[in-house]
């Protein structure tokens, strides 16, 4: 009976490992994880556990009996340090090595550290892990203010939850508006619109020069002083393993569609993989949790010898205030955006369409939209974008 050890114990890791058993996997499973707490969701971290809204138990992603009663030896506050895939074992950083048939690297990825004069300080805040969380909760409250480096989903997110709890918000972003890197600027202008209206401070085209875990200086030499300063400027792959044993790396673990890297004994999930995206036929790097579910079952799918599901399509969401943000696909190639809906109501999507397909759909309170969007990538149908933009057609017509 083969053995599988599973590298960290996150949203992917913990997933496999709970596959694994619900396909009838009946050999040993290890589930190491660098962290002491067991497999959670990270998403609230940002939005319900700031507002004290949920605790460490309604996080995680079992029941603190899943792990014994399924015989999944769950091992927390170990790190793997190295894989010697000749001799399949892996060393940890309590001393201990063990064996494997099947290798899975679930090792996630860590907050991008600032790189410029004071990015080391200690008191700086980051927004990854439930201690980073509760650490952010405890500076905010009435009469404090937040400085945000990097206007991304999190720091908006962490900016909104501040808002809530009576804290100052000051968002700071380099490019010309938030949001840039992964989305339209329809979404961008919502978005600094909204937040404004809640009193967020959001300051665009504006240069960092130094930090310190109370202070933010920018460029012309203004200081803003803060009691907080969360760094939120994206995440960086934890491939270091693979690329230390040689499998491919691209920034991520390069992987197949079932999520095996370049030796056929091992795979790779979440957070850490650069791996086909089978609508677009590009490789890419996803952070989300529908991803690292979809790739859970996939490993599960490859192990165990079932049939590998059904090829999914991107997503991912956001909460900021009353607005739920889903967004399916990516916009690779798109030549057009379509609007449905008006931004001013607050539900509304943004279409973005290659030629008469439509390759990625952002929706803001509008999961009618989000799913129509979401089955035409999926099934490659062609819209007719005029009718697309008129809501009073509706959605299902506008295909041709
Ligand atoms: C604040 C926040 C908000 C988010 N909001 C959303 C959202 O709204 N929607 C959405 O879809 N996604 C969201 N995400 C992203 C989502 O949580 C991640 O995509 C998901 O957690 C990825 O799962 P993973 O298992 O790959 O990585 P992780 O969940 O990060 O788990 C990786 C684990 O591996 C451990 N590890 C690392 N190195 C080692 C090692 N050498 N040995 C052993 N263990 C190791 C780490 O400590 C960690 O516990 C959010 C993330 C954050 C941080």
Redesign the pocket.
């Given at each position: 009976m083969s053995k599988i050890v599973i590298?960290?114990?996150?949203?992917?890791?913990g997933s496999a490992a709970g596959f694994l058993k619900q396909y009838g996997f009946e050999g040993e499973i290890v589930l190491?994880?660098?962290?002491q707490i067991p497999p959670y969701q990270?998403?609230p971290?940002?939005k319900a556990w700031l507002k004290g809204e949920t605790n460490e138990n309604a996080l995680q992603l079992r029941s603190s009996e899943f792990y014994a009663e399924n015989n999944i030896d769950l091992r927390l506050g170990?790190?793997?340090t190295a894989i010697d895939r000749t001799a399949k074992m892996v060393a940890f950083d309590d001393g201990t090595v063990e064996p494997y048939d099947y290798l899975v690297i679930?090792?996630?990825?860590r907050a991008r550290k600032l790189p410029l004069p004071g990015g080391d300080d200690d008191l700086l805040l980051e927004?990854?892990t439930i201690p980073d969380a509760e650490r952010l909760k405890q500076a905010l409250g009435g009469g404090k203010r937040l400085a945000v480096i990097g206007g991304g989903?999190?720091g908006l997110?962490a900016a909104a939850s501040a808002r809530a709890l009576g804290a100052e918000a000051v968002v700071i972003e380099r490019m010309d508006r938030v949001l840039q890197r992964v989305a339209s600027s329809t979404l961008s202008e919502f978005f600094t619109r909204r937040h404004t209206r809640e009193g967020v401070i959001i300051r665009t085209g504006a240069e960092v020069v130094a930090v310190s875990g109370h202070s933010v200086t920018f460029a012309d030499g203004e200081v803003l002083e803060a009691h907080a300063v969360l760094v939120g400027i994206g995440a960086t792959a934890?491939d270091e393993?693979a690329l230390q044993c040689g499998l491919e790396c691209a920034e991520g673990i390069v992987v197949d569609l079932d999520a095996r890297t370049s030796d056929t004994a091992i795979f790779a999930?979440?957070?850490?993989t650069r791996r086909p995206l089978p609508h677009y036929d590009v490789m890419h790097r996803l952070?989300?949790?529908?991803?690292?579910l979809e790739q859970a079952k996939r490993v599960a799918c490859a192990i165990t010898g079932r049939p590998a599901p059904q090829d999914e399509v991107p997503w991912?969401?956001?909460?900021q205030y009353d607005c739920k943000l889903q967004i399916a696909g990516l916009p690779f190639g798109a030549s057009a955006q379509v609007v449905r809906g008006d931004s001013d109501t607050g539900s509304f999507a943004v279409f973005h369409l290659k030629d008469d397909r439509i390759v990625c759909v952002e929706a803001v309170n509008a999961a009618h939209s989000f799913m129509f969007g979401k089955q035409a990538i999926a099934k490659s149908s062609r819209v007719d974008a005029a009718t697309l933009a008129d809501e009073s057609i509706p959605i299902k017509e506008t295909l041709l």
């Open positions: 590298l960290g114990a996150g949203h992917a890791g190491a994880g660098a962290e990270r998403p971290l940002s170990i790190a793997a679930a090792t996630g990825s927004l990854r989903y999190v997110e934890n393993l999930i979440g957070d850490v952070e989300s949790v529908p991803n690292a991912f969401w956001s909460d």
